[in-house]
């Protein structure tokens, strides 16, 4: 029988986990795992390439873990980064193998470097920002991952990955690290209710995303006010607005609503009122089994923050083996194994 895939995939601990992120990546995970060897990282040491303040970071590294096992993710298959130093040892190998063009290629080092300054004129650029790529790369490489699911503005830190992988392989004349696939599956691009014309996301502001954890009332107070005349064309091209709203619809899985709604539109009979009543439904139908999972979780953070420490141990022991491997392959020397 043939062994399984391995498939890597990490979330930052930047707060909630809002439907973006959710039917972007975080469900497809959960179904993603009947079929693979998994390893789902929260990668708090990503979240320091900007400033923060660290009781925060800390409470947002437990609360995304908390997220991720309410929304379907077995336990075991969770790690914390920063309970994982191998990350940044091998991160510092892998720097010595990627060059300085490519990283200055690596277009989402300039767009949040210009969302810094946007902010703050005189924002602290660090070189964290600039290397993290880097780091993300020793968190893919790491655990032979076979897969990587991933959309396609992350396609470009993959192929880094896969770059560096390649010329670790020549140099030391081994053909050690995998090169890693895109997994990309169909998934919704869920856009802002409040301007779908940008994707859903925390940085623009409340109004502009809904979290998983949303009481019934937050969510359809959002949903009654999304944006839907942006644009219907002269040829009777649906508006990003509208679209965005079928597309949330579907994301939620009610396909039978959604083909009925979507035939009242074609005929020209569709009342936004209720469309915006059946997407509120479906959203409050997707999350509130993930808001009471993470409400039960959260009220016993001691039992299960055990658990996550005993989940990064044990995949701690895969990263200790590809780094003492690493370091045996580079010539260095290293501890042996217990």
Avoid at 159 to 182: D, T
Avoid at 206 to 229: F, M, P
Avoid at 234 to 244: C, I
Avoid at 277 to 295: G, K, M, W
Wanted: proline share 4%; charged share 25%.
């Amino acid at each position: 029988m043939e062994a399984r895939k391995n498939i890597l995939s990490a979330i930052q601990p930047t707060g909630d986990i809002h439907l973006g992120n959710y039917f972007g990546a975080v469900k497809n995970w959960v179904q993603l795992q009947a079929d693979y060897n998994c390893a789902f990282g929260v990668v708090n040491y990503h979240s320091m390439t900007v400033p923060y303040k660290s009781a925060q970071l800390q409470e947002r590294t437990w609360r995304m873990a908390f997220l991720l096992m309410a929304c379907g993710i077995e336990a075991e298959s969770i790690f914390l980064q920063s309970l994982i130093p191998e990350h940044t040892e091998l991160s510092w190998i892998l720097a010595c193998n990627c060059s300085y063009g490519e990283l200055q290629r690596m277009t989402q080092f300039k767009d949040k470097t210009d969302q810094l300054k946007e902010t703050d004129k005189e924002a602290f650029i660090s070189a964290g920002l600039y290397l993290y790529p880097v780091l993300q790369a020793a968190d893919i490489l790491m655990y032979h991952a076979d897969y990587v699911p991933v959309g396609k503005d992350q396609e470009q830190h993959l192929e880094l990955s896969r770059n560096i992988a390649q010329r670790f392989n020549h140099l030391f004349g081994k053909p050690y690290f995998k090169h890693p696939e895109p997994l990309f599956t169909e998934l919704p691009k869920v856009l802002s209710t409040a301007d779908p014309s940008r994707k859903m996301s925390k940085s623009l502001g409340e109004k502009h995303y809904i979290s998983l954890l949303a009481e019934d009332a937050r969510v359809q107070k959002q949903i009654r006010s999304a944006v839907t005349d942006t644009g219907e064309s002269a040829s009777n091209e649906m508006s990003a607005g509208v679209k965005n709203l079928f597309e949330l619809l579907k994301a939620c899985g009610n396909m039978d609503a959604h083909e009925e709604l979507l035939a009242d539109y074609q005929k020209g009979e569709l009342k936004y009122v209720a469309l915006k009543d059946a997407v509120s439904t479906a959203i409050i139908n997707e999350i509130t089994p993930i808001r009471e999972r993470f409400n039960e979780i959260n009220s016993q953070k001691k039992i299960y923050k055990q658990m996550l420490q005993e989940s990064s141990a044990t995949i701690r022991k895969r990263a200790q083996q590809t780094l003492y491997e690493v370091k045996e392959i580079c010539g260095l020397p290293k501890l042996k194994l217990k």
